[in-house]
DNA sequence: GGGACACTTCGGCCGCCGCCGAAGCGTCCG
DNA sequence: CGGACGCTTCGGCGGCGGCCGAAGTGTCCC
């Protein structure tokens, strides 16, 4: 644990990466992956640690620029502080070991087919459902990944007719693969990603399971999914009940 | 530090970034960025531990992934176990602090000037001379950042032209972004940035500067840049001598 | 075979850091 | 205005883990 000596050159990848080596800080950033603002006691609350503990880890992820926070009343709302610490996490998250099966608790199982089935991944969809939106857009030529994945002109129209419209000149790629850690594949991340995971919450094609980042297909998205991508009922309807909040 | 509960659902992201939250391990993997496979003692050497310790750390990472090892004779040389790792080491390089000035000493200071000048980034091109290949590239539109970096059909045949193939079908982005610490920008990675730097150094357009990452631009090397890119030779010169070893 | 050398194992020391509970603000609401 | 509640600060405890030096193993080379 050497920081006194600063070691010639270079940025202090230690500081950034000892922010995620607690296993309570890695839990609240793993929940903030969802991509929305929770509350301090929400978070010590999910994670099981005390309020004032959680607070000491807030303070230092906000200090170290992961988080941003927001206060409201007496509330304090803390949310990632942008894509690219979501993308840290995840690349994190892909390395990591675990991200396989083996769940303790039977309450554990519930919410993990809950997220494994469909969740928000930061701001675009993962899941089964969304690694089978992706297979389903390269199989219909929409996106192309003779290396690496990128959006061609019929996908570009494909967005388009749909009504999404896609941010442009940011510095985020278009197009990004994120490794999913329930899949273990890769699906559509980047603006695109986002783009369509926005549409897909504004349209109703899918919500929100309680206060997770779990979601299901609705009627209407199961409809639309199948005429656009032509993506079969069973993929898209959750094999479980929806779990506990 | 808190590993004994596993905290419900989703990777031990802790696990990895622990391995990444230790000065020395960070050191390490720094170097390693280089692309090159190092021994133990020097590692040890480099970051100024025991070999004693620096056995421990390579042990830590090899177990953890983030390394691969390769043991000839007496030797045991480490690299970074693939390009997954050295873009996550990136990514959090570019979140983490003090990437910026501020070298301590002397001897540090000239290192320092050297890599930003020229270098290697795990396996592609970096410093003053990577971000001005990358911004040549784009005025020329042989890549395109509407959104995100992509090789453009010119893009695609230049490199062609020039003898350089990219391999395909690999899961790998043909083009990435890589953020630069010395410069603050970003410069061409990805498959197409290292089948590049690997041009570059069989052709002799640069060479290496004893067994660190930095590198000197040559003659020829000079001569090419500027006709293919039209850079200036003010650019490729590095401004200080070349540094200690 | 013997000596140099690269690496490894082990034991012991020390410091950091995460945990909690108690107590202290500030905000909200009745 | 008082009580509930969200958050924060502080002190104290405990354990993990990094550091080194000394001693052991394997490899190379003369």
Same sequence: chains 1, 2.
Avoid: K, N
């Amino acid at each position: 644990m050497d920081t006194r000596r600063t070691r010639g050159s270079g940025p202090d990848l230690a500081a950034v990466a000892r922010l995620l080596a607690d296993g309570t800080r890695a839990a609240f950033c793993l929940a903030l992956l969802d991509g929305r603002a929770w509350t301090a006691t929400e978070l010590a609350r999910h994670v099981g640690v005390a309020p004032s503990t959680a607070t000491e880890h807030l303070h230092a992820l906000v200090r170290g620029d992961l988080l941003a926070e927001e206060r409201q009343g007496r509330h304090r709302y803390v949310r990632l502080a942008g894509p690219q610490v979501a993308e840290l996490i995840e690349g994190l998250g892909a390395l990591a070991p675990g991200g396989g099966p083996a769940p303790r608790t039977l309450s554990a199982a519930g919410r993990r087919q809950a997220l494994a089935h469909a969740r928000t991944c930061y701001d675009h969809l993962a899941g089964t459902v969304g690694v089978a939106i992706t297979d389903a857009m390269i199989e219909r030529r929409l996106l192309d990944q003779d290396h690496g994945l990128a959006l061609t002109p019929a996908g570009a129209d494909w967005l388009a007719e749909l009504g999404v419209t896609v941010p442009s000149g940011t510095r985020r790629p278009s197009v990004r693969s994120c490794l999913d850690w329930t899949e273990r594949r890769p699906h559509l991340a980047g603006t695109v990603g986002a783009a369509l995971c926005r549409h897909a919450l504004d349209t109703g094609w899918v919500t929100r399971v309680g206060t997770t980042r779990a979601l299901v297909v609705t009627g209407s998205g199961r409809e639309s999914l199948q005429r656009h991508l032509g993506l079969a009922d069973e993929t898209l309807v959750g094999s479980g009940g929806a779990a506990a909040a």
